[in-house]
C-alpha cells in the first residue's frame, strides 16, 4: 500500500465517522495525539546484531547511590546496635568506672584517690587512658586552673579489671566543693575510633590554707571617699611561699591610693612568706559611681605566685566576692574645677583655680543649720589671691566656709532645694628669684555639707557629706634664643653689616630654665631658610643635634630635664654657627636668619605636655658685644 492509498483510506475512515447513521460524531483532539508511520524494513536477513536498545546512564547511577546509602546506614545502625545493646561484642555499659577516696579534705593536703575499672565486656578493651582532671586553686570566674593528669593503663581483658592510686593537692575556700573528673579513653580491636567512659567524684574542702577577710561595708554614697580594709591570714601549718594578693576593681571605682603600695601595678602585693598564723592588712582608698541601687564587686583572690610570671597567682589558696551597693547621698555634693567635674585636674603655673560648688538635699526631709565647707591642702595657694562671695575664707585653715551666719538660707533647706556657691584663687609662682619655690607642687579640696535632719516624731539626726579633687600644677618651662656675632663659642666671619652675595657667619643659641617638675621627651627645633648654612659647629660637643637637608629642620634632643635647671641650678644651653648669604632683595633690611624655635616636652608629675614657642631671629643683634647701629641691615 502506497502512501497515497494510506491518506484516502483515513479520509474515508473519517467521512464514514462524521456521517454516520446512528447520528454520533467522533471527535478527535488534534494537536495531541499524531499518528505517524515509519518505513521500517521487515526483512531481517540475519546478518550482524540486531538494534539495541539505548543504556541509560542515570538509571544505573541512582540504583548505585541508593543502594550506597542503605548499606551505610545499615551498618551505622548495626554497629550501634551492637555496642550499645550488647548483642554481640561491646557495650559502654559493662565497663564501670569509679572512685575511692575521702570525700572531705583539708586544703593544700595530700588527696589519696583510687581510680577502679572494670571490664565486663566479651571483647578487650585496647590502648585505654585515664584522664584525670581538678580544679588545683580557688577562683570566683570558674575552675579556669584545671589540672589534667594522663595514665596509661594498657589492655583491659574481657572481665578483667584495673586500678589506680593517684595522689593529688586541691586548695579552695572553706567549705566549698571541687569536682574530680575521671575519663576512660579507649579503643577496640580493629577500630581507630576512640571511645569514653566518665564519671565525677566531689570532695568538699573543709578549710583553706588562708583566708580573706574584709572590712564590714555593704553600702556606699555615690561619689563619696571609701576605704577598704583586706586582711590575709595563713592557716596552715606550713609555711606558704610566695604569697600574692590580687583585687580586682568594679567598673565605676576610681583608686585614691592604697596602704601599702601595690607591688605591680595597682592591684597586685607580694606578700612573701606566710609562717602560721601570719597576718598582712591591706587598705585600698576610691569612690565609687552609679546609680541609686546599683551593685558593684570587689574580687579578692590570695595564693602562691605563677612560677613562670611573678606578678600572676598560679594557685589560687583562696578568694572573696565583696559586693556593695551605690546609695544615692542625703545632701549631695559636686565641686566643679574650671567648669569640670574630674577628680584630677592640672593648671598651668600662676595658673588660676575656678571652683563651683553644687548642693542639693535629696531627701524629702528639712534640713537645719546646714553647713558647706571646702578645705584646700597644699603650699601652692596664693592665699592672698583668695575670693568668695557670699561665704568666709579662713586664712588659718584655709577654709572656705558657707554657713547660716553668711548665707540665711542654709538655716533650714526644704526637701530637694539645691543651690551652688564659687569662689576663685591662684596659684603660687613656681619660683621667685633665683631658687624654685615649690617642688611637684599640689592642691587638695576637700568639699562637704553637714546638716540636722529633723525625721518624724522630731528625733534629730546629723548627716555629712563630701568628696575630694586634686589639683596639679605643672611645671615653668621657658625658652630663650638669640643671635650673635661678637659673643659665644664661634669665631664668626664675614661682613658686619651683611653684604648682599657675601657669606657671614652667625652664633644662634637656645636656653632651657625648668623650675618645679622634672620633664621628658624634651626637644628645640626650628626652620632654617634656604639661604641660611647650617655649618655644623655645636657647643657643648656632647648635645644630640641633627639637620635635614631637605626640611631644612634643626633638631636639639634634650630628653629629660630636672626640675630646677636654670634656676637652683646650672642652665642648659646649645649654641650652633650658621652662614648667612643675603640676596639684593634684601638690602635696606635686616635679614631672618632663623625661624620660630619651638619647645616640647611632658612634665612626668601632671602627665602635662607642655609647648613653648620663640619668635623668629634676624640679623638685629641686640645685646651683642661691640654691636653698632646699623650692623643688621644688609648693604651692597
Known sequence: MTIEDRKKDSIEKLSENLYRNDGTVTKHRHGVLHKRHYDVSDDWSGEGNPPKRPIDRNSTFKKFFIGSIVFFFSSVIFALYTFYGGFNIVSNENISLSVLGPAFTEGGSDLNLQFEIKNSNRQALEYADLIIEYPRGATLLGDKDIVRLTKSIGNIGSGKSASENIKIVIFGDEDSERIVKATLEYRLEGSNAIFLKETTFPVHVKSSPISISVSDLREVNANQEISIDVEMLANSDKVLRNMLLRIEYPAGFTLLGTTPEATYGNNVWRLGDFDKLARKKITIRGKLTGEDGEERSFRIYGGQEDEKDREAIGIIYGSVLETLTIKRPFIETKLLINGESGTDFVIPTNGRVNGELVWVNNLPDRMLDAELFVLIEGDAIDKKTVSVFPGFFNSQNNTIMWNKDTVPMLEQIQGGDGGSFSFTFNVLPAFSGNRVILKNPELTLEAGVSARRVKEGNVPEKITSSEKKVVRVSSNVQLSSFVRYYDG????????????????????????????????????????????????????????????????????????????????????????????????????????????????????????????TKNILTTRLSGDTGIKAWDDIVSK
Open 489 to 612: 663659642p664661634f669665631k664668626n666671619s664675614g661682613g658686619l653689616p651683611p653684604r648682599a652675595d657675601k657669606e657671614t657667619t652667625y652664633t644662634i643659641t637656645w636656653t632651657v630654665l625648668n623650675s618645679s617638675n622634672n620633664l621628658s621627651n624634651t626637644l628645640v627645633k626650628t626652620t632654617l631658610p634656604s639661604y641660611v648654612r647650617f655649618l655644623g659647629n655645636i657647643s657643648p660637643n656632647g648635645e644630640e643635634v641633627s639637620f635635614n637637608d631637605k626640611s631644612r629642620e634643626i633638631i636639639w634632643n634634650i630628653g629629660s630635664v630636672d626640675q630646677g635647671v636654670g634656676v637652683d641650678g646650672p642652665i642648659r644651653q646649645l649654641s650652633f654657627q650658621i652662614g648667612l648669604t643675603a640676596s639684593l632683595s634684601q638690602v635696606g633690611n635686616s635679614a631672618t636668619v632663623m625661624g620660630e624655635s619651638l619647645l616640647t616636652t611632658k612634665d612626668t608629675f601632671t602627665n602635662a605636655n607642655i609647648t613653648v
